[in-house]
């Protein structure tokens, strides 16, 4: 069981767009603004999409967005694109002596 | 341009020990905290170690191989690894070695290398 709780799987269309929930504790994501979304196609690495809540690296569209609200962070993807259709890990530091948990994963698929 | 290129990954009996090593290029290694995370097949990432930049005196684990891996570091070799002992058949996974990018003590994994595979069955 992961620290961190996200939808298995989610879905929409070309253009739509999409929020992925990622909802954790006071220790984790509620606590700090150190949430950060990693997008993994098959096969390959994980790729950070979004860091400290909400900020984009140099070279992420700005389709993809972050937010948060008290122990829930939301990773928004606008203009969905059939190269959206990953996986979608959220990840978070812990007060707990492990430092840095993540959450099980939301497979997106653009229909 | 950041490099991270695993190793050592291997088919392992359960019981056994292994030790993985990631050999990092394109930055001042020193400089930063460094961590593994694993992916066992078909399942999400999973938080393994990390360990601080410098000589690298602050290590953390998950609760699941806490006192059966040991991370460590050799700057002088550019060169992240992990000691893993008392293999089990859930530790069976994709390694990624990653690199942190910290600003004012807020990290996130900036560079991730291809992974390296450990299997662990008889």
């Known amino acids: 069981q992961s620290a961190l709780t996200q939808p298995a799987s989610a879905s929409g269309s070309p253009g739509q767009s999409i929020t992925i929930s990622c909802t954790g504790s006071s220790s984790d994501v509620g606590g700090y603004n150190y949430v950060s979304w990693y997008q993994q196609h098959p096969g390959k690495a994980p790729k950070v999409m979004i860091y400290e809540v909400s900020n984009r690296p140099s070279g992420v569209s700005y389709r993809f967005s972050g937010s948060k609200s008290g122990n829930t962070a939301s990773l928004t993807i606008s203009g969905l694109q059939a190269e959206d259709e990953a996986d979608y890990y959220c990840s978070s530091y812990t007060s707990t002596s492990t430092l840095v948990v993540f959450g099980g994963g939301t497979k997106l698929t653009v229909l | 341009e950041v490099q991270l290129l695993e190793s050592g990954g291997a088919l392992v009996q359960p019981g056994g020990s292994l030790r993985l090593s990631c050999a990092a290029s394109?930055?001042?290694?020193?400089?930063?905290?460094m961590a593994w995370v694993r992916q066992a097949p078909g399942k999400g990432l999973e938080w393994v170690s990390g360990?601080?930049?410098?000589?690298?005196?602050?290590?953390y684990y998950a609760d699941s191989v806490k006192g059966r891996f040991t991370i460590s570091r050799d700057n002088s070799r550019n060169s992240l690894y992990v000691q893993m002992k008392s293999l089990r058949a859930e530790d069976t996974a994709v390694y990624y070695c990653?690199?942190?990018?910290?600003?004012?003590?807020?990290?996130?994994?900036?560079?991730w290398g291809q992974g390296t595979l450990v299997t662990v069955s008889s």
């Open positions: 360990i601080s930049g410098g000589g690298g005196s602050s290590t």
């Open positions: 394109g930055f001042t290694f020193t400089t930063y905290a």
């Open positions: 990653a690199k942190f990018a910290c600003t004012g003590g807020v990290c996130h994994f900036d560079y």
